[in-house]
């Protein structure tokens, strides 16, 4: 990130200003809040985003979380065209548009609300006897059992948190515009995926951090913002987050069978 982050200050004059730092904290507050509540699914052992529903199937169930997930966003997807028709939905209430557009301590209420999401999600995950749950819930869910830990119970919780946190997000995006679309939000979950591959968090479970999270999630973000400032074709972001990815969790298979 550091050598990205100086890169872009030497080859490009607009980067390194307050102006373009803070639209880059903007564009990373609403896919940040999902990425950091993500961090602690994926930590517990899971993968999903639906709540309750995603965790009940995927505990109790005993259905896959990645097909669990993947199939409540199609659901999801499809109750949103069902219910707007495919058109967009105005919001007449001006104070709808107060959280998206307004400004709190010289940043928009949406960096605010991501900073409060990091601080949370850290102190619950670092702090808390929670979190030790939800460390040995992924590191070893049979091991944790044992030692009496209710493993399906921490899961259900990352999930319900997951779900809360990108609930307001998106809360957060359709007040920015103060419109509602059935397709919004298309593609965040590969870059909240990304940023939390990227910072570290194993796929499998058990390791991550917040803090981790952050980092990936700036780089993901300052690539794309140096994409825009150097007018590089954007399929080629597309092209770097795939190998990023791929090469987050190739190295993690690697680590663990070392």
């Known amino acids: 990130m550091l050598i990205v982050f100086s890169y872009l200050s030497f080859v490009s004059p607009v980067f390194f200003t307050s102006r373009n730092l803070l639209n880059v904290l903007d564009q990373s507050a609403?896919?940040?809040m999902i990425a950091?509540?993500?961090?602690?699914?994926?930590i517990a052992g899971g993968l999903g985003g639906f709540g309750l529903v995603n965790g009940l199937a995927s505990t109790k169930g005993r259905v896959n979380s990645i097909i669990t997930t993947l199939a409540s966003g199609?659901?999801?997807r499809g109750l949103a065209l069902v219910l707007t028709g495919g058109a967009l939905v105005r919001v007449l209430?001006?104070?709808f548009a107060v959280p998206g557009q307004g400004v709190m301590l010289g940043v928009t209420t949406q960096v605010a609300i991501f900073a409060f999401v990091v601080a949370a999600a850290w102190f619950l995950l670092a702090r808390t006897t929670f979190?030790?749950?939800?460390?040995?819930s992924g590191g070893n869910p049979e091991a944790a059992r044992l030692s009496g830990v209710q493993v399906d119970r921490v899961r259900i919780i990352t999930f319900v948190v997951s779900g809360l946190v990108a609930?307001?997000?998106g809360v957060l995006s359709a007040s920015r515009v103060a419109t509602g679309q059935a397709d919004a939000g298309m593609g965040l979950e590969i870059n909240a995926i990304a940023a939390i591959l990227i910072g570290g968090t194993s796929i499998s479970g058990g390791e991550g951090a917040v803090w981790r999270t952050v980092f990936g999630l700036f780089l993901v973000v300052l690539v794309g913002n140096g994409f825009n400032l150097l007018d590089v074709n954007p399929i080629w972001q597309q092209v770097f987050q795939g190998a990023v990815i791929l090469g987050a969790v190739a190295l993690d298979s690697w680590s663990k069978r070392r």
């Open 131 to 136: 979190g030790r749950y939800v460390y040995a």
């Open 74 to 76: 199609i659901i999801i």
């Open 30 to 32: 609403i896919v940040g």
């Open 167 to 169: 609930a307001t997000a």
């Open 93 to 95: 209430d001006p104070n």
């Open 36 to 42: 950091v509540a993500g961090t602690m699914v994926l």
